[in-house]
């Protein structure tokens, strides 16, 4: 099965900063699109942000202004740097793909890093 891998997770202390990276080996379809998910205990599994083929981004309102989504030109890697990191922003992140062959759309996920900031 197809794993996107990712990296970068760990603890830091409010306020700190951490760079999450996710790169897609074995995807050979076409990448629309790559996004960051995160889940935190006891909450359902939220967007973060995400950026398409065409270097279009968004963010969800909690992390504009603190998180930066970037990606490689072929999009087969995707960077977030975390930055003002919150207690709040402690969660398991996920990366997913979104590719597309004759049609049809395939969604990709990696294991999850954990983030974990300490107040």
């Known amino acids: 099965q197809v794993q996107l891998v990712e990296s970068g997770g760990g603890l830091v202390q409010a306020g700190g900063s951490l760079k999450l990276s996710c790169t897609a080996p074995?995807?050979?379809?076409?990448?629309?699109?790559m996004a960051w998910y995160r889940q935190a205990p006891g909450k359902q599994r939220e967007l973060v942000a995400r950026?398409?083929?065409?270097?279009?981004?968004n963010y969800a309102d909690s992390v504009k202004g603190r998180f930066t989504i970037a990606r490689t030109g072929a999009l087969d890697t995707v960077y977030l740097q975390m930055n003002s990191l919150k207690p709040e922003d402690t969660a398991v992140y996920y990366c997913?793909?979104?590719?597309?062959?004759?049609?049809?759309?395939?969604?990709?996920w990696g294991q999850g890093t954990q983030v974990t900031v300490s107040s």
């Open positions: 997913n793909a979104r590719a597309i062959n004759f049609g049809r759309e395939y969604d990709y």
């Open positions: 074995g995807v050979n379809f076409s990448i629309r699109a």
């Open positions: 950026i398409t083929s065409g270097g279009s981004t």
